[in-house]
């Protein structure tokens, strides 16, 4: 079992930063991909966004949305994966969860039914 805990979130003008954590539980989280997903307002959880991954061997793949913009990194010493948002605009706002795929190969990364566990969101409010 993986315990996953996001922070970070928050309200923000547009143009603004905010950088989200998640912080995992498990032995072997060096092994994870993880991810960032998103749901805006009104949508239901199957709706859920692709936002980015980092995967066990470092790399990474963005939604087109906020390419150049999001930064994903992970501490492997800290069991824990960053998002790192820039230039937010309103359109980012949204419940941002974090998601564990424990399986290291053959998993699609955008994805959403191939992540295993997930955080209970964190809440990004960006004011145009």
């Known amino acids: 079992q993986v315990q996953l805990v996001e922070s970070g979130g928050g309200w923000v003008q547009a143009g603004g930063s905010l950088r989200l954590s998640c912080a995992a539980s498990g032995r072997t989280f060096s092994r994870y991909g993880m991810g960032w997903f998103r749901q805006a307002p009104g949508k239901e959880r199957e709706e859920r966004d692709f936002v980015a991954t980092i995967r066990w061997t470092g790399g990474t793949l963005y939604a087109d949305s906020v390419k150049g913009r999001f930064t994903i990194s992970r501490d492997n010493a800290k069991n824990t994966v960053y998002l790192q948002m820039n230039s937010l605009m309103a359109e980012d706002t949204a419940v941002y969860y974090c998601?564990?795929?424990?399986?290291?190969?053959?998993?699609?990364?955008?994805?959403?039914?191939?992540?295993?566990?997930w955080g209970q969101g964190t809440q990004v409010t960006v004011s145009s």
């Open positions: 998601a564990a795929d424990v399986v290291p190969y053959g998993s699609r990364w955008s994805v959403r039914a191939d992540y295993d566990y």
